[in-house]
């Protein structure tokens, strides 16, 4: 399928309907009629206007016409002044006739508003002492010696039945609702009865499914026949299917038509996905274009198992992996990877070739903490700096725990994210080298002002007699636009002397510290951001605590699939002692601030 896109219109297309887009584009202006409204507060005044129906009168009305329309404008009035309390509401109306159409003005003397003196609210039946309706008791919206508004009080009638649908008391009604007005002492006192009912209990659940199987899919459940009907259950569920990768469409619903017995049927209805999907797309990757290939199985077996593979390239990384998952008991957060992958990695510090093949369980706790505990197998030939290269094996098993808590819009004002991991080598296992690592990384992001304040760390410990038993892709390197700006990516880290060329090189380091403090403004209506920030950090060896930073400022773009940011930074530091040069660095990445 080819699509095409034209800019341009044909000559004589635009000779014949340049007078049309001409005529279009030009406003009309029709005289309307000016309604002047004065006395009384803001509020009254506006609604009063909305209930005028006088005002839907075109100009060419007859006077006759307004004049009967004006007779029946009072009871509009007095309803909109009561329904805000204002029950000895006294008003003054005038037919204006002026220029191009004719004019109301209406001169208002509310008088005293009506206060509410009483506030009765009760609830019987089997929601008596259920929790849900607790809040229309401390909080109904409506105190005690406050100014009648009618409006608040149906918003708080129309509460009782929400809370009660949403919970399964599908036969609750109000045994009496009313408001009793005593004009004459300017009070009101509000009454609502409210009978629940029984509460439903979810009856038979029928699952209607093509492609995996009723045992697997039943895994998901988060209700069971015979539990209280909870509409947030429900809406849970549906989540649940819809983030399994497994559906397009994804419907919970109960049947509401069928209530028999104070039980309530659930119908769960699920559409599959495509079984076989392939990617192809475009980003940056410390500053450098990267493209990434991919293909997903979703779903290999009945059993949910599913099979991915993703192959990206850029100047200095080239790496695949294939990952196998399998769902446990709880699919939705629980499951294994068995997986493969190669990386290759060139930068100015190192050259890193690494074979890898592991498999790792996770699992979601309360379905806020992700914890995964790994065992690895790596072979690693890696050249660091103009060392000698070195080929290593090495069985790491390790463990990770992390957490994001956002406010969950693509620029969040609100959230912080977490991630830890444990990790080590030990020659007891197999390993050539023996190592305990330990990683974490903190963001933060608060409103300050009218823009945003952002902070991050990042801390490293490992625990070896020499940094040159670890491989490359073990050490601690600092430096590009996730850590370091105004530097090159991992150009960062403790240096030597070359025994080869006797210049000083950076061969990475066993600690690692960052921190970085930035704040963004993002204009009014736009997706466009502009930033200020500076960062500071370095790996670091035991007791070589010399801290790199940088500074700039950059733009973002708040795009559909995330943050798209460009950063110019300039580096305070040398990177070595033989490097004086402290020059200005362009940084491009993309991807979510949490």
Known sequence: MELRTSLFLPLF?????????????????????????????KSLRENIRQHLSLADESCKAPLWRLNSRLVDAEAEINKAAQALGYYQLEYEAKLLNNKNCWGLRITLTPGDPVLVKELRIEIHGEGTDDKIFQSLYDQPGIKVGNRLNHGRYEALKSRFDTLAAAHGYFDAEFA?????????????????????????????????HNILSEEFLRRYYNIQEGDYYDTEKLLELKNLYNTSNYFAIAGVTPDLQALENNEVQINIDLEEKKR??????????????RVKLGFEDRYVNRRGHSLAADYSMSEIKEEAKINYKIPLRNPAYEFVNIYTGYLEETVDAYYSEKDLYGASYTYYQDNKWLQTYALDYTYEESTVGTENPETIGLIIPSVTLSRTKTDGNAYPMHGWSLISKLSGSPESLGSDRSFLQLYSRVKYIRPLASGRLLLRTETGLTDISNVDLLPASVRYFAGGDASVRGYDYKSLGPSKKSRR??????????????????????FE??????????????????????????????????????????DVAKALDPVTQDDRTKGWRLHISMGPDL
Do not use: Q
Not at 15 to 38: D, G, K, M
Not at 182 to 205: F, Q
């Open 176 to 208: 009496l609702s009313r408001i009793l007005v005593n004009v004459g002492e300017k009070s009101a006192a509000i009454e609502l009865i409210y009978n629940t009912g029984p509460r439903y209990k979810i009856g038979a659940i029928n699952l209607k």
């Open 276 to 289: 076989r999907a392939y990617s192809i797309g475009l980003g940056v990757e410390a500053d450098k274009p």
């Open 525 to 566: 209506e736009s997706n466009w951001v502009a930033a200020a920030f500076f960062d500071m950090g370095n790996a670091i060896d035991d007791g070589d605590f010399d801290l790199k930073r940088g500074a700039g400022v950059g733009v973002r773009w708040v795009s559909p699939i995330g943050p798209i940011r460009i």
């Open 501 to 522: 060329t006797g210049e000083m090189e950076v061969i990475g380091g066993n600690n690692l510290f960052v921190a970085s403090v930035e704040y963004d403004y993002r």
């Open 13 to 41: 297309s635009y000779r014949v309907f340049a007078p049309i887009i001409l005529l279009a584009a030009t406003p009309l202006y029709a005289a309307e009629p000016e309604i002047e409204i004065e006395g009384g507060t």
